[in-house]
């Protein structure tokens, strides 16, 4: 009790995961939550969270109290993830909307420590084997139809990712 009163431990909440999850996607959305550096999240990063929470955390996790979570559990879940075959990356997008509720919760007195802090993660390693040389991309779009040479070329010399090609217009 003593530890309690002094505020170097916390008695439980009963918030659990699923809740605490929701009222700070909504936090989000209305900009009254903000990033570590002050501003709003971006409206691609709170698609992203809310993806994650939905597909794999909240089914897994979404019942427990928050103060229930623990490191351990954390390290089971991804020991689960990864059994599942997920890339290394998905785990890590999986457990960044887990980092932020709870860097939330800590800095709110709702729990005593951030679980997902100091989880071990499998390694992200890149996939690009190798990047075709200026004459080899040259010769790559002359091969190509007429009308196909400038998206592709676009790709090959501006790096951009397939979504952001499929934005332009």
Known sequence: MRGIRRGTLRGPSGVTLHDAAAKWM??????????????????????????????RVLPALGGHRLESIGRLMMHGYVDTLVAEGLDPSTIRN???PLRVVYRRAVSRGVVASNPVEGVELPAVRGRRDRIASPGEAKRLLEALPAQDQPIWA????????????????
């Open 94 to 96: 999986t457990l960044m």
């Open 26 to 55: 909504a936090g989000a959305r209305d900009v009254s939550i903000r990033n570590r550096s002050g501003d709003i999240y971006k409206p691609s990063v709170i698609r992203s969270y809310e993806a994650s929470l939905k597909k």
């Open 154 to 169: 676009t790709a090959i010399y501006s790096g951009r990712r397939a979504d952001e090609l499929q934005a332009l217009t």
